[in-house]
């Protein structure tokens, strides 16, 4: 029992990967808090799916936002309040599906979140249908014959919009998902975390991810690299695959401006106000 | 029309500063102590079409434009073809001569001037021209020449020695070529001109706003750049995403940690968020939406007005929870509102909306701020002990705290239990519906204490409207001496019936700006109302208050239920 343990009954499959997901952000936020990450700050929000229920099983205060959507939620925290530390779980339905703007969007403005995706390539909560990551010819329930669409790739897709931190973790390797989680939080600026996790009821592929995952040595220097990397299909590169320095959303255009810590007083607010609307007049 | 009232049409395309001439005119009105309304009848477009201002003014007071004008200046043909029949009888055509071949065009009542020629002497002539409408007012309202450069200075400060220059010939011309001059009154009103996104964002603010999120859409871009304005010197954080549906749930994300939001849009916007809506009912997330509404289904008629939104606002979001629903009626009333559904929406918790039509939201009338009068937002605060969310409470009403604490904060779209975590099973199912609906029966008991109606005369027939209709409809009453009792419903969910038994049993006149209706039915089903005639518009245009009138007089004596 950990003291992230809430006491709600967890319903995922047995041998689901989220379990592994799960334990290495336990794992994180304990290794946060070694590195002086006041675990009062990190505040989470989650889509709908399977992997959303991670926020009824994880002692974190945060929102439980809507399909798709939970990504702007959590933008939303992080322009209220860039003290905290925000992660958004999300799905890949969620993050690649329904919410596409919004990740392409958090990207592009280098908003100060973590977007972790529990990419499985089905959607498993409403019963295995074909999702954004589904492999081409993919069979379920909405697609007898195999999907008729190539999958959409992550990776490149993140790098392209601009985000300042991109990485690829498997929940096969959970301390090495862990490692990843702390980079991740403790950048600053846009984090995309693809976590690789199989669904063994609707997409068991276990085995040849475990064939194909590589951890990766070194991360590139050049996005050219970086993009070769996250397209390679011989092999799939796990580890930090992009990172940059680049002032998050927030900062560049507040400066180090809190709207909720700085908030004015009544009476300073009713103040200013009072000179603003009699120069505007 | 009142006596003392004068009205100022300037139309042409759009990009000769038609709309600045009509704000400087309103300006210099105001500086002549009188009262103003200024409404804006502009496009979707940038540049040509046909735009046009109205500003129209008066001594004491005045709640709405008139569309039959004393002095017209039209700086293009079409503004004259277009604008013939809003000529008051003795009024005066000042028009661009250079539009027509020969110079003069054929009106006996108008004065030809070569606006664009005598623009020609300066840098772009073509969007100069709009000067030359203020220059001529002023020359035709007699105003000493060095109040014209004052106000010069003021209003086209930006290249202001060209613009006084081109004004200067332009006013010397007019005063030669005028065959009469309409001097005005100077009265002692003494408060400024505001538009009603201004006032919006003006009384949020005064309650405490932190956070404004909004993607543009007419007629509520002009909150997003007020505010854009105003963040640095307020402290406020605003921010344009990529769609409506990131405004909202970024709006519920930063008031789920303390931030006072609020977000603007019009009806197509505000359909992308109702999900979000929803989530706020049932998260219990305070979130108010300013919905400013333009002609619809659809994509409608952008630029224009109606009241076509009141069952949408009503009824947006899956689900049941309570919201709260308020239409201002005027400037000083959109300053309150604001600041009132701010409030009540972080004291209960719950989404409101501040409904609103573009001819509130961009006219521009006179009003006081009294920024004391106002509330403040302060929630209520979890103190100490283990902290639930969604704790019981007498007037089902939770504590609130924010992260970082220590203890765990959950805010949750599923059905949940007191603390925010997920559940099924049909008696948490049951008391969480039943809290959130109490919520609204405290709602209620606090409205009773706030004026949910305004009532205004005396007379025997009984007006009821809400909205800008009620500025329409007080004006209308003032230009033909219209004896009646007009009832504007401010809060319009929860409906106010207690406010009004005392209509019950007396025939009523609905006036607003719909095809079908919605207000009405609202009336009958909700208050119970003997609704007996129904005058409506629906054309995207503000009722003109001496068209609207005679409707109003044509009605009186009822012609049984409608």
């Known amino acids: 029992m950990s003291v992230l343990d809430t006491n709600a009954e967890n319903t995922w499959c047995p041998g689901c990967g989220n379990f592994a997901i799960l334990n290495a952000v336990k794992k994180s936020v304990e290794k ?32 439980y936002g809507l399909h798709g959507r939970s990504m702007a939620t959590a933008q939303g925290i992080s322009f209220a309040n860039p003290h905290l530390k925000v992660i958004d779980f999300g799905g890949d339905g969620d993050t690649f599906g329904e919410g596409l703007e919004h990740i392409v969007f958090a990207a592009k403005r280098n908003a100060d979140i973590t977007v972790l995706v529990h990419d499985n390539g089905v959607y498993a909560l409403t019963t295995g249908q074909t999702a954004p990551t589904s492999e081409r010819g993919f069979v379920g329930p909405s697609t007898p014959r195999g999907s008729a669409e190539d999958p959409l790739r992550p990776i490149p897709l993140m790098l392209e919009a601009g985000a300042s931190f991109v990485a690829r973790g498997f929940a096969g390797h959970v301390e090495h998902l862990a490692d990843l989680i702390v980079q991740a939080i403790q950048h600053e600026g846009f984090a995309l975390l693809d976590v690789l996790q199989p669904c063994v009821t609707f997409n068991n592929n276990w085995k040849e991810l475990r064939e194909k995952i590589e951890i990766i040595d070194a991360t590139p220097e050049k996005k050219e690299d970086a993009l070769a990397m996250a397209k390679r299909e011989d092999k799939i590169p796990i580890g930090v695959i992009w990172r940059e320095e680049k002032a998050p959303f927030l900062r560049s255009a507040y400066g180090n401006w809190n709207p909720v810590a700085d908030a004015q007083s009544k009476q300073e607010r009713r103040e200013r106000l009072g000179s603003v609307i009699e120069k505007d007049d | ?67 039959k004008s004393h002095l017209m200046v039209a ?59 203020v220059a001529a007012l002023c020359a035709a309202i007699h105003l000493p020449l060095q109040e014209m450069e004052d106000l010069f200075r003021s209003e086209y400060g930006k290249d202001f ?122 998260a219990e997330t305070p979130f108010l939406v300013v919905l400013s509404s333009r002609p619809g289904p659809a994509t409608g008629v952008p630029t224009y007005t109606e009241q076509g939104d009141l069952d949408f606002a009503l009824s947006a979001g899956h689900g049941e929870f309570p919201r709260i629903v308020a239409s201002p009626g005027s400037v000083e009333d959109a300053f309150r509102l604001a600041a009132e559904l701010l409030d009540l929406v972080w004291t209960f918790q719950t989404p409101g909306i501040l409904l609103t039509e573009k001819h509130l939201s961009e006219s521009r009338m006179n009003a006081t701020f009294d920024l004391e009068s106002v509330p403040w937002v302060e929630p209520l605060l979890h103190r100490d002990g283990p902290y639930a969310r969604y704790a ?78 009620t500025s329409s409809v007080l004006e209308a009453c003032r230009a033909d001496g219209l004896d009646a009792t007009v009832v504007q419903i401010l809060y319009l969910e929860p409906f106010p019936v207690w406010e009004l038994k005392q209509w019950r049993n007396r025939p009523v006149t609905v006036v607003e700006q719909s095809q079908m209706g919605q207000f009405v039915r609202l009336l009958k089903e909700r208050g119970g109302l003997n609704v007996t005639s129904f005058v409506n518009q629906y054309d995207g245009r503000p009722f003109d208050p001496e068209a609207l009138s005679a409707r109003l007089k044509k009605e009186m004596g009822g012609r049984g239920a409608v």
């Open chain 2, 392 to 469: 019981a409470s007498e007037n089902g009403v939770s504590p609130l705290l924010f992260p970082p604490s220590d203890q765990c904060i959950k805010w949750n779209s599923y059905e949940h239990d007191e603390r925010g975590i997920t559940i099924e099973d049909p008696l948490w199912t049951v008391k969480m519906h039943d809290k959130r609906a109490s919520k609204r029966d405290a709602l209620i008991e606090t409205l009773k204490e706030k004026e949910t109606v305004q009532v205004f005369g005396e007379g025997e027939q009984i007006l009821f409207t809400y909205g800008s209709t």
């Open chain 1, 32 to 63: 946060l808090g070694q590195a002086g990450v006041d675990p009062r700050r990190i505040v989470m929000t989650a889509g709908i799916g399977q992997h959303a229920k991670i926020f009824d099983y994880l002692s974190l205060s945060g929102f």
């Open chain 2, 1 to 67: 029309m009142q006596e003392e009232a004068f009205t100022f049409l300037v139309g042409g395309e759009a990009g000769q500063g038609v709309k600045k001439a009509g704000t400087a005119a309103s300006v210099l009105f105001s500086r002549m102590g009188r009262a103003v309304f200024q409404m804006d009848d502009y496009q979707s477009l940038i540049r040509g079409g046909h735009n046009f201002s109205v500003v129209s003014t008066a001594l004491d007071r005045i709640s709405s434009h008139y569309m």
């Open chain 2, 161 to 282: 020695d060209n613009n006084l220059a081109y004004g200067k010939t332009v006013y010397e011309k007019t005063k030669e070529a005028l065959p009469r001059r309409f001097p005005l009154k100077r009265g002692t009103v003494s408060s400024s001109l505001w538009s009603g996104n201004e006032a919006i964002a003006v009384g949020a603010c005064a309650a405490g706003l932190n956070a404004y999120f909004a993607y543009p859409m007419t007629p509520a871009s002009s909150i997003l750049h007020c505010l854009a304005n105003w963040d640095e010197e307020l402290g406020l954080v605003v921010v344009q995403p990529e769609s409506e549906v990131a405004v909202a749930n970024m709006a519920l994300g930063a008031a789920s940690v303390g931030a006072r939001t609020m977000v603007g849009t019009s009806g197509g916007g505000f359909a992308l968020m109702t999900e979000a809506f929803s989530l706020a009912g049932m």
């Open chain 2, 75 to 133: 700086l293009d043909e079409r503004s004259v073809q277009e604008h013939a029949e809003h000529l008051r009888e003795g009024g005066l055509l000042i028009y661009n001569g250079d539009v027509y071949e020969d110079g003069s065009g054929d009106f006996p009542e108008g004065v030809g001037l070569p606006m664009t020629t005598l623009a020609r002497e300066y840098p772009n002539p073509g969007m100069r021209v709009g000067v030359a409408a």
